[in-house]
């Protein structure tokens, strides 16, 4: 039996469907590193009990070292009598793949799997001219044949493979973008795991590491979330003090030129413009390059593409929503000559936790974790119709003017804008008058300035709930808490 695998049920459910087809099958799938994409694909071949050969590219390996990579699986997957010459190109090897299949029965599906194609299709080898001649000649003619290819570098796969203008144009039977788990099932993977944490530490964990699958499996039994956090963060020795720039170079081409333009939007924690990106990089005036860039990072999860709500004529804005980046920039990278100094900030984090600044991170950090969670969010809500996510921010012209901003909001097909408020603390929040009257004013600015016709509610998103008073009975149509939020709450104690 196959190892246990939270999540992913649509993904599961997809794969079994295409591996059980009567047709030959081209699968793509996708997704940043460390996010389980061969976890995901090895424990649906095992459960389907699928005949298959795993071929994974070598980063930064010559083609040379790719064949024999090939030969190696071609090997383990069809234990020939006597050893086999490592073939020169991919042609010869992919024509050697074909025969071997060919004198296997038919009727059991067969998987080609190609993990890591971005990096086997190193320059000039010739295996995307070799896989179109095969798939398009040889392999779409039998139905037991299901090419699957996965890579991490997500822009890649989308330009070579998914949205491919050459040979391989509209080849694909299915793809699948593999996303980090959501808040509910990195809470479920930890409890899977036997970690008696609850709901506060895991939204501290997933703070952090986000819902990347590898980051939440070094989280150790017995140790609060804040000890793990100085373990994994602030010692020589832990996985994510030096995960930034081998995650970043892992995914990207040019990691230097990604890296430059994340540390720029990570400047405006709310969101920055392209107009605006553009002259703080002095990139070309026609923004192609920073378009192109803007679009990896957004396809391999990194930021978020928004326009800001009535601001349709003023383009799009960028802001950061991978948890670690946040992170990294934040608290690891200031202190990561210390810790190679000295092996680790003893305690660094415990002693950071309920700083001014500290407060200021976290409540920047649980915005974009709301961003991310939206679909949870509005379920928690019961909106069953469409909607649009904005934000919206005033700026005032003249000196009497009141300015304001809006975190987060819904503009639905009901008939309703829903504003939040998103506020992270340790114990239950309290709306104060001031507040209150703050709150009152954001509304009323928003109506007049957009002069908005549709009805206003008023949400607040609290990590720990609201203390009921009267200002929250006057002003507050709706409460989430984090409660409302991770649905496997039931496996956790308090």
């Not at 990604?258 to 400047?267: D, N, P």
Request: charged share 25%.
């Amino acid at each position: 039996m196959s190892a246990i695998i939270i999540g992913r049920k649509e993904e599961k459910k997809l794969l079994k469907k295409r591996l059980g087809s009567k047709e030959a099958e081209f699968i793509a799938l996708y997704g940043r590193r460390r996010v389980g994409k061969t976890f995901l694909i090895n424990h649906v071949l095992e459960d389907e009990n699928a005949r298959s050969i795993e071929i994974t590219g070598l980063k930064n390996g010559t083609l040379k070292k790719q064949l024999d990579i090939f030969i190696r699986a071609f090997e383990k997957a069809f234990k020939p009598e006597f050893p086999i010459a490592t073939p020169k190109s991919w042609m010869n090897a992919f024509d050697m793949l074909t025969k071997a299949i060919g004198r296997l029965p038919k009727n059991k599906p067969f998987v080609i799997f190609l993990d890591e194609l971005p990096w086997l299709a190193t320059p000039k080898s010739g295996l995307l001219e070799a896989l179109d001649h095969f798939w398009n000649t040889e392999w779409v003619n039998r139905a037991h044949i299901k090419l699957l290819v996965c890579g991490s570098a997500a822009s890649w796969i989308l330009e070579n493979i998914v949205n491919a203008t050459g040979g391989l144009h509209n080849r694909l039977t299915a793809s699948i973008r593999l996303r980090p788990f959501t808040i509910d099932e990195a809470a479920e993977f930890l409890a899977h795991r036997s970690l008696k944490i609850n709901r506060a530490q895991v939204l501290d964990l997933y703070l952090v590491m986000g819902g990347i699958p590898f980051y939440l499996k070094a989280v150790e039994k017995g140790l609060s979330a804040a000890q793990n956090i100085d373990q994994l963060c602030f010692t020589a020795n832990g996985l994510l003090y030096e995960e930034f720039d081998r995650l970043y170079s892992s995914l990207f081409k040019n990691s230097e030129a990604s890296i430059k333009i994340i540390r720029q939007i990570a400047k405006s924690p709310h969101g920055i413009d392209q107009a605006t990106l553009e002259e703080e990089l002095a990139e070309a005036s026609s923004g192609g390059t920073l378009t192109s860039r803007l679009g990896e990072l957004e396809a391999a999860g990194f930021v978020i593409s928004f326009v800001p709500y009535g601001h349709a004529k003023k383009g799009i804005y960028y802001r950061i929503i991978d948890e670690y980046t946040l992170f990294y920039l934040r608290w690891i990278e200031p202190v990561a000559n210390r810790i190679k100094l000295a092996s680790s900030q003893a305690n660094f984090w415990q002693s950071k936790c309920l700083t001014a600044t500290w407060k200021s991170w976290v409540g920047n950090a649980f915005e974009a974790f709301c961003y991310k969670h939206i679909d949870l969010i509005a379920a928690a809500l019961k909106i069953s119709t469409g909607f649009t996510v904005g934000t919206w921010r005033f700026i005032p012209k003249t000196k009497g003017q009141k300015g304001t901003q809006i975190d987060l909001l819904l503009d639905r097909d009901d008939g309703v804008i829903t504003i939040f408020e998103i506020k992270y603390s340790q114990s239950p929040y309290r709306i104060t008058k001031q507040y209150a009257t703050e709150l009152g004013d954001k509304i009323d600015i928003f109506r007049e300035q957009l002069g908005i016709k549709k009805e206003i509610h008023l949400a607040i998103i609290s990590s720990c709930g609201l203390v009921q008073n009267e200002y929250v009975e006057q002003l507050v149509t709706n409460e989430l808490t984090l409660e409302d939020i991770i649905s496997t709450l039931q496996l956790f104690g308090e």
